[in-house]
């Protein structure tokens, strides 16, 4: 059997799963509409579980996907068309908690940010998310490697590309945070990223 340390080691196979992993963790989606709202309704300091939640259970539920999960999936396609269905419906309530999210008139702020074990959680209803693992899994393992080391190696390059992509999204909302002084204008914002979530939900419904 061809030895699999080479392979963890040659630019070949690291350049593009990290090229693909930054493209998948700082496009547009679920993960990084919820932190752009987490990030003007609640600051970057208390984002920050929500951002390494993200981080490790999307490396988690890679690594559960590689070593057998999706195989469950193509086995039983029933059950992936049921979980696509839950997921869809919870993010649609997400979307109206973060519509109801931000600053009462009073200055008292309505709802919590994300803890770590809910963002990590989270990811095993993001629809998003798991198009990317099926993905990363049947593109970058190898017929003749080590399974299990690559996909532990590809989801530590998840883990580290996600930290710095969830940061910029959370500071981003930050930014428009301190721009959006006003509850209204807030109610605002917080309804136009209810929508955009909403709307991320298209291709997984479709």
Request: net charge positive.
């Amino acid at each position: 059997m061809r030895k699999v340390l080479p392979i963890m080691l040659s630019a070949d196979w690291i350049v593009p799963v990290t090229v693909f992993a930054l493209a998948a963790a700082a496009t547009p989606g679920p993960n990084n509409v919820m932190l752009t709202a987490s990030g003007v309704n609640f600051g970057f300091r208390l984002t920050i579980p929500h951002m390494l939640g993200i981080a490790v259970g999307f490396a988690v539920m890679n690594l559960c996907v590689g070593v057998g999960l999706g195989e469950v999936f193509e086995r039983y396609p029933a059950l992936h068309l049921g979980l696509k269905y839950v997921s869809i419906a919870y993010l649609l309530f997400l979307a109206w908690k973060i519509a109801n999210a931000g600053k009462t008139d009073d200055g008292k702020a309505r709802g919590k940010p994300f803890t770590f074990l809910q963002a990590a959680a989270f990811q095993w209803v993001n629809p998003k998310a798991w198009a990317i693992a099926i993905g990363a899994v049947a593109t970058f393992t190898t017929v003749n490697g080590d399974l299990l080391v690559e996909v532990l190696a590809m989801s530590a390059i998840f883990f580290l590309v996600t930290i710095p992509s969830a940061s910029m999204w959370a500071y981003f909302g930050t930014v428009i945070g301190r721009v959006l002084k006003t509850p209204k204008r807030i109610a605002v914002f917080n309804w136009s990223m209810a929508v955009l979530l909403v709307a991320s939900l298209i291709p997984a419904a479709v």
